[in-house]
């Protein structure tokens, strides 16, 4: 298994969560639709990465962790 490969999926995991969320908070010049569709499509293009190291049920629990520890934590702070 590439931790450092692992590492770096999870890092870009966290940008594409972040940049969906700033469609929200800031204004854009693309419609919001396409952007979050773009987010998406880049998520799931990273789970398939992922899925070159890990078993699926291992890519999931990375793909959820992130979101739970880079995205959804900070949120509840504010």
């Known amino acids: 298994m590439a931790l450092s490969d692992i590492a770096r999926i999870r890092e870009q995991i966290t940008l594409e969560y972040q940049a969906a969320q700033r ?3 800031e204004p ?3 419609s919001r639709h396409d952007f979050i569709e773009q987010r998406q499509v880049q998520l799931g293009k990273y789970f398939a990465e992922l899925r070159k190291y890990l078993s699926p049920e291992q890519a999931l629990e990375v793909f959820i ?3 739970k520890e880079k995205v959804c934590e900070p949120q ?3």
């Open 23 to 25: 469609v929200f908070r």
């Open 28 to 30: 854009a010049i693309v």
């Open 65 to 67: 962790g992130v979101e």
């Open 76 to 78: 509840k702070k504010d």
